[in-house]
């Protein structure tokens, strides 16, 4: 027993005497020796152990995109057999309530054999340590896989074994694959624990284009570009152009625009990426938030007229204009300005098109760009051209055919008598789907389906109503419009003859005094000439 504890107090000093060595040779060894000392050191090591490793980072050197290996991976350690000896594994989506899908937590290692030859996978993490105090703690982690191989089988394992991992892990991503639904983090928040651009969701709307009521005829057509679009990698690499697709949806509130965006993402399996501009400082970030979205994606910008102010450098010279007058501290002034001017998107029109046309736009591929809106006149025509918003989809007021769907939606109902005159009623009167499918909804449990096509014709029946009253309101306003205008015409054509009149009697009386003064020189003249006596008297 002495003897053991002899032994183990040795090797400690051992230890502390390598340890202290080793740190005078860091500290005190020119960089130039070091280095010499490493490799060779490194190979002398590389006699004794004999295996190869292998890392696959996150993020690669290019920083900007998640690799597509490590994610790969991820998922097929996470799939694969050995993994259910790993004792620490992270779960992350859930698939349906049903299957979960795992990885290997960090600093965990599995081993597997491929084609009878032994590799060992380690999760690693490596954390960088920001010199300054934040609250938040590790500020920048950057996660990798390492593989662990004999040297031995070098050739199998970097072609044959990387491959089938690669392609297998692509594989169980797309079965368990759960739509996501990406919203932007703010531009101000993108550094620390928050340095992700996007944060998401898992996308459950049940939206699909069995669901969506619109002129049929129009529905087939949007679903052929689509699949068209979706086998089309070859043709668009054939043609030169960027595997993207943009579509512009427009038309009045409650048409259905935002059910199209979910019924595309359901039906092409698209995550969607919801690009709320407000929170995007610039066009810079604009394009990283770009870069960072994936493959087979649907980019929405919503309400694109709401969204980019191109009016506000005028408004805030107006505001400026109008704060002049006020006596206002010059310096708490220009804080405030600046508070604003920061808390501002700076993102422009040419940002805008840039990004979704640009040359960055062509990084990855199989992008959908859905832009909305509700005044597709007030958009920029250079914003909507073909090229960047390839296809225009006008969402209107529901016909009928939007109506069966609708009906056969809500109601379980194909066709039914009253069917007749909710098609004249619809042909007459503007409604949206969003209405009509709110008319179709039943009020209780208990309300049958024909109750409800009843109260759609009440509805229907009440806005035909109050569209005639409108009608006619606005008919007699424009009468007593005309009419008003019609006496002010009259009004002033009186007051113009007047004037004219009196002008004329002025000037005949003008005249006339010009007369009687001619005719009273004249008749001076002739006393004076002639002598004529007047009353008997001479003059
Ligand atoms: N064409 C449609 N087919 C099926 N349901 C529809 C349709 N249009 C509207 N709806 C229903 O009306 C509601 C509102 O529709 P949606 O949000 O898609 O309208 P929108 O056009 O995006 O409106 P906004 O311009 O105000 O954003 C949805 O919940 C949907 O159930
Ligand atoms: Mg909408």
């Given at each position: 027993m002495a003897a053991m504890g002899e032994l183990w107090s040795q090797v400690g000093s051992i230890m502390a005497s390598l340890m202290f060595v080793y740190a005078l040779f860091k500290q005190y060894f020119p960089y130039q020796i070091r280095g010499y000392l490493e490799r060779y050191s490194n190979k002398l090591v590389n006699l004794v152990y004999p295996y190869i490793q292998i890392t696959f980072h996150e993020y690669s050197d290019e920083r900007f995109k998640r690799s597509e290996v490590y994610g790969a991976i991820r998922t097929y350690l996470g799939a694969c057999p050995s993994s259910s000896k790993a004792?620490?594994?992270?779960?992350?989506?859930?698939k349906d309530n049903k299957s979960l899908v795992l990885s290997m937590d960090d600093n965990e290692e599995i081993t597997e054999e491929f084609q009878g030859v032994k590799v060992w996978w380690t999760s690693c993490k490596h954390v960088t340590k920001s010199t300054s105090f934040s609250y938040y703690p590790a500020s920048d982690e950057k996660r990798y896989y390492k593989l662990t191989f004999h040297k031995s089988h070098r050739d199998l394992i970097t072609s044959?074994?990387?491959?089938?991992?690669?392609?297998?892990?692509?594989?169980?991503?797309v079965q368990k694959r759960q739509l996501k639904l990406y919203t932007n983090n703010s531009s101000d928040n993108w550094y620390g624990y928050k340095s992700s651009k996007w944060s998401h969701v898992v996308f459950e709307h049940p939206a699909s284009f069995n669901t969506l009521a619109m002129d049929p005829k129009k529905k087939q057509e949007i679903l052929n570009d689509l699949d068209k679009f979706k086998q089309g990698k070859q043709y668009y690499a054939k043609i030169g152009k960027a595997w993207k697709r943009g579509y512009l949806l427009y038309g009045p509130p409650g048409t259905g625009k935002s059910t199209m965006i979910a019924a595309l993402a359901n039906y092409l399996e698209y995550d969607i990426y919801d690009v709320e501009l407000t929170a995007v400082k610039d066009n810079t970030s604009l394009r990283k938030l770009l870069i960072d979205t994936t493959n087979k994606s649907i980019i929405v910008i919503e309400d694109i007229d709401c969204s980019?102010?191109?009016?506000?450098?005028?408004?805030?010279?107006?505001?400026?204009?109008?704060?002049?007058?006020e006596n206002k501290d010059p310096m708490k002034e220009r804080a405030e300005?600046?508070?604003?001017?920061?808390?501002?998107?700076?993102?422009?029109?040419?940002?805008?098109?840039?990004?979704i046309d640009g040359i960055w736009s062509a990084c990855g591929g199989e992008r959908i760009i859905v832009f909305t809106t509700n005044h597709v006149e007030k958009l920029d025509p250079?914003?909507?051209r073909r090229g960047r918003m390839d296809k225009h989809i006008e969402l209107s007021y529901c016909c009928f055919e939007a109506f069966k769907v609708l009906a056969s939606n809500y109601l379980d109902i194909e066709s039914h008598p009253l069917f007749a005159r909710i098609k004249c009623l619809l042909e007459e009167i503007d409604m949206t789907p969003?209405?009509?499918?709110?008319?179709?909804?039943?009020?209780s449990v208990t309300e049958d389906g024909e109750t409800c096509l009843k109260n759609l014709i009440e509805a229907l029946e009440v806005a035909k109503e109050d569209a005639r009253k409108k009608a006619e309101e606005e008919e007699a306003k424009l009468k007593a419009e005309e009419e008003e205008a019609k006496l002010k015409a009259e009004e002033e054509k009186a007051k113009l003859k007047e004037k004219k009149e009196e002008k004329e009697e002025k000037e005949s009386?003008?005249?006339a005094k010009e007369v009687v003064k001619c005719n009273g020189t004249m008749v001076v003249k002739e006393v004076k000439e002639n002598g004529v006596k007047e009353n008997g008297v001479t003059t």
């Open positions: 004792k620490r594994l992270k779960a992350h989506d859930i044959t074994y990387l491959n089938h991992v690669v392609q297998e892990g692509k594989a169980i991503a980019l102010d191109l009016t506000g450098q005028r408004k805030k010279e107006k505001k400026k204009d109008e704060e002049d007058g300005e600046e508070k604003e001017e920061s808390k501002k998107s700076k993102v422009t029109l040419s940002g805008l098109l840039n990004f250079a914003l909507i969003a209405d009509v499918a709110e008319n179709l909804m039943p009020n009386e003008e005249s």
